[in-house]
């Protein structure tokens, strides 16, 4: 019998060798509709474990949960890389009003930044001053800020089709806010949160200090964008009016977690690595569906999909699901740090950190020549309205990756509603589309199957695509 199943394997994988790229790929995504994992995996991840914020007992759970289910793929290889994690913890719920005059209060919508200090235990209560670019507050001056609360009200640019332009357009102002109001005495910082359209939710994300002293550090916090447009008004008919709010957060000690990573060893380019990945912390608001559990399971399935379409890959391909990108990026630089330490070779890596939505294609970090190569692959996936394919970032967690030589990507979804639910509490299960996320672990797996079966420099590479 057991002579028998590995016959029929083989036969399975010798016709997948016949058939032409796009029969492949059809294959692929014919696997990944109906019989995808990932949908599953996610569910468990988002409503069994729930957020996975960096040294939490919900990372630590999601650390188990993912070894053992790449354990049953029946990969090559499971392991776990140890990484010394931050570990913030937000405490009670916060809470916040705005004071027009003693006694008359409206409450407002708030949430700690993620690494900020907490108020003092009875709350911090002061007049605000409203900018909406470091520029704006240097101008106003320590006369004018200090003592005062430092509201930051830049909105995301509406009118950007690229929503993650937008959002890099105005995240220095949540990341780097309270050391620079810091610089002119100002006792604490209430940021807009990143989101493009108007609602009551509001959105955490990592600040900094700096090398701010301990004791000039300010407490920093998220308004929902509706709240934010109401304390944009009361200033403008009252800048006498004062902001209330109290959050119980703290920084404790490091403590270990780990990347978890899967391969499946390469048949002819053993020591060639490609890696597919996404980050399993997320957030404690919500339980992190979108950012960035649709990643990780996407990048499960990847390897998943090409076992079940019958695909040997040549090189070894690797899962890796890193720990920390939310607060601190030691993932992804352990993971870079160990493969140079052994002087692996990674030639190619692909990140999904865009959410689980509707995928469109991918932007390319590499050469000219390797995107040339990315190019003459477009036709493959026009059949799926796949059509995206440009130059420019990858992920943060295979950045530390790249040489000279090698090729990093991202899924690029589509990204109108993502910002919607990125860092919130309605970043939730309910909110990923089951199709939609399988469309996008089928389009990795595409990308992967291509780059491993040509290399990525076409020259020394000469086998021509099948079409």
Not at 85 to 101: H, L, M, N, Q, S
Not at 392 to 419: E, H, I, W
Not at 424 to 451: C, I, P, Q
Request: charged content about 25%; aromatic content about 10%.
């Amino acid at each position: 019998m057991k002579q028998l199943t590995y016959i029929i394997f083989i036969l399975f994988t010798l016709n997948i060798y016949s058939q032409t790229d796009e029969e492949v790929i059809k294959t692929i995504y014919t696997q990944s509709l109906t019989n995808g994992k990932s949908y599953d995996w996610l569910n468990h991840l988002s409503n069994q474990i729930g957020s996975r914020l960096s040294g939490s007992l919900g990372a630590e759970k999601a650390v188990a949960y993912t070894k053992e289910e790449l354990e049953k793929l029946g990969l090559d290889k499971v392991w776990l890389q140890p990484v010394m994690v931050p570990r913030w913890v937000r405490g009670a719920k916060e809470f916040a009003f705005i004071e027009t005059k003693p006694g008359k209060t409206t409450n407002v919508n708030i949430c700690a930044l993620g690494g900020s200090i907490a108020t003092p235990a009875l709350g911090l209560k002061a007049n605000v001053v409203e900018v909406k670019s470091f520029e704006e507050l240097e101008q106003l001056g320590k006369e004018k800020v200090e003592g005062k609360i430092v509201f930051y009200n830049r909105p995301m640019q509406a009118d950007l089709i690229h929503t993650f332009e937008a959002y890099g357009g105005c995240v220095n102002q949540r990341y780097q806010g309270a050391v620079e109001a810091a610089k002119y005495g100002a006792v604490g910082v209430i940021v807009r949160s990143m989101n493009l359209r108007l609602d009551d939710l509001p959105h955490t994300g990592s600040m900094t200090y700096d090398d701010l002293p301990v004791e000039r550090r300010i407490p920093s916090a998220a308004i929902s964008t509706n709240d934010a447009e109401l304390l944009s008004t009361m200033l403008a008919l009252d800048d006498s009016v004062k902001f209330y709010f109290k959050q119980n957060c703290k920084q404790l000690a490091d403590v270990q977690s780990y990347n978890v990573i899967g391969q499946i060893t390469g048949s002819e380019y053993p020591n060639e690595y490609m890696v597919v990945g996404g980050h399993l912390d997320s957030w404690d608001l919500g339980d992190g569906s979108h950012d960035d559990g649709a990643g990780v399971v996407q990048s499960m399935d990847v390897l998943r999909l090409l076992k079940e379409s019958g695909i040997k890959p040549k090189r070894s391909i690797r899962v890796v699901l890193f720990m920390n990108e939310e607060n601190g990026l030691r993932g992804g630089n352990k993971y870079a740090e160990v493969a140079k330490q052994k002087g692996e070779n990674h030639v190619f890596a692909l990140e999904s950190d865009s959410g689980g939505f509707t995928p469109r294609g991918f932007s390319f970090d590499c050469s000219d020549a390797a995107f040339s190569q990315v190019l003459s692959w477009q036709a493959l996936f026009k059949p799926y309205l796949i059509h995206y394919f440009e130059k420019g970032g990858s992920g943060a967690d295979v950045g530390p990756l790249k040489t000279d030589t090698n090729v990093l990507a991202g899924l690029r979804p589509d990204s109108q509603r993502y910002f919607d639910y990125h860092h919130a509490s309605n970043d939730t299960f309910d909110a990923v589309n089951k199709r939609e996320l399988e469309l996008g672990a089928a389009t990795m797996t595409a990308l992967v199957y291509l780059f491993d079966k040509y290399g990525i420099n076409p020259i020394s590479n000469p086998e021509k695509i099948k079409n």
